[in-house]
């Protein structure tokens, strides 16, 4: 039996599936991985009938079609043109496809298109939606010269749900990029006015590596070697024009993956993976760049190294799974308190370490006794008992090197172990403060 979807109620922050297929079991089996797998809402609809109407009332709510091409009351793929035309990112999925109707399908704008011909298909189309529901948050850049073609390249990245900005030459695209820092990749002719492809690039990968932005090169230039040389001023690809356009989406969605796999492995490398912090190694490669920034607003910074008193206890007493739940809860507190303009690290086993900057006016002790106070009254439950803990804290405000900091911080953090731990240490005496 056939869900009627419409009457379930809808979790806004939900993305949500129009699916168009008459095969029940075929349907069962989409329906069923999108909903396990990423977790999305899925309106599954038999007939063209149902699936116009849908589109009629709830084309705003559909992140993604997918659509069947031969429907009991539309044969021919009409259903492509009316979810396309209504500006609904479609996927296409068939048993079998020709060169004529595939050529008709990227006139259509379809995101893609998905053969049924293995048991494999399915996972294909999951990860289609999964990549076109992130793309909804990537801002890109199209560099040309030429309208038509920056258009028509525009309306490709569109459909994949990419958000597209445009310029056309490679002084404006410089300045599109420092008004956006956020592009992730960026599109761009070689024969341009005011600046070429060669100059931008290699004026891109002087601030930008290709850890943090990816460029793809274009050119309608019958030269063989004018990949090759793109490639090496610093670009990640190339491609020719005219160009296929199901070449194009498989380049930019590389290039894409790319980045995001560049940032799996930096965040599995400098995050800590119980409680999501950084570790020790992001914080020595990147504490310098952090102080000579905040010094160059005319901030001040400070260091503060952070201890849970007696954590030995809780790990004797629950566990290290217990110990585990401490950490993060902690964690967590002093994330939400430093949660911009600072490094929050764990540095190892129960010991955290805070670098953040603020004005001359900030009370800085006030601020960390006020994190002691709110650890202190916060309580954790641990299989089904309650339990708090307190820290200890040593802060470090005093203009030296990086290294002169945390051996201060860490010291003042020794003082508030040795006289009765739950306090905060500044400049001692006068600055040591208590509830």
């Given amino acids: 039996m056939q869900r009627i979807a419409d009457t379930t109620p809808i979790h806004l922050d939900t993305p949500k599936v129009l699916l168009v297929e008459d095969s ?245 490398s400098y995050k800590d993976p119980l409680t999501r912090l950084h570790n020790r190694r992001y914080f020595f490669e990147n504490a310098d760049t952090f102080i000579q920034k905040a010094i160059a607003k005319g901030q001040k910074v400070s260091v503060a190294m952070l201890d849970i008193d007696f954590f030995k206890k809780v790990n004797d007493t629950y566990g290290h799974d217990g110990g585990d739940i401490v950490l993060q809860k902690i964690s967590a507190l002093i994330q939400s308190t430093f949660s911009k303009d600072a490094i929050t690290c764990r540095f190892g086993g129960e010991e955290f370490c805070v670098l953040h900057t603020h004005t001359v006016e900030d009370n800085v002790f006030e601020r960390f006794d006020a994190l002691r106070q709110a650890i202190e009254a916060t309580t954790i439950l641990i299989d089904g008992h309650t339990i708090q803990v307190t820290i200890s804290t040593g802060i470090s405000s005093e203009s030296e090197p990086i290294a002169s900091m945390l051996k201060l911080a860490d010291s003042r953090l020794y003082t508030a172990k040795e006289t009765g731990r739950n306090r905060v240490v500044g400049r001692p005496p006068a600055a040591n403060i208590r509830d």
């Fill in 24 to 268: 029940t079991f075929f349907a069962t089996i989409v329906q069923r991985k999108i909903e396990k797998r990423l977790g999305f809402q899925v309106d599954w609809k038999k007939a063209y009938a149902e699936a116009t109407a849908a589109i009629d009332c709830y084309k705003d709510s559909y992140m993604v079609a997918l659509l069947g091409l031969n429907l009991p009351d539309a044969p021919h793929g009409e259903i492509i043109q009316y979810a396309t035309k209504k500006c609904i990112p479609s996927i296409i999925f068939t048993a079998e496809i020709d060169n004529d109707f595939r050529s008709n399908l990227l006139t259509w704008s379809v995101v893609d298109y998905v053969l049924k011909d293995s048991a494999s298909c399915v996972d294909t189309l999951i990860n289609i939606i999964r990549r076109i529901h992130k793309n909804s948050a990537i801002k890109t850049l199209v560099v040309d010269d030429s309208r038509p073609m920056r258009k028509a390249i525009t309306r490709l990245l569109e459909t994949q749900r990419f958000q597209v900005l445009s310029a056309t030459n490679g002084k404006e695209a410089l300045r599109v990029l420092s008004e956006n820092p956020d592009i992730k990749l960026i599109v761009t002719d070689y024969d341009m006015p005011e600046m070429d492809g060669f100059e931008l690039i290699d004026t891109l990968r002087k601030t930008h590596s290709k850890n943090d932005l990816a460029i793809i090169g274009m050119s309608a230039s019958g030269d063989p070697l004018l990949s090759a040389q793109l490639i090496k001023s610093g670009a990640d690809d190339f491609v020719p024009k005219p160009f296929q356009v199901e070449e194009f989406h498989c380049r930019v969605g590389h290039s894409i993956e790319m980045l995001e796999n560049i940032a799996l492995i930096r965040d599995l």
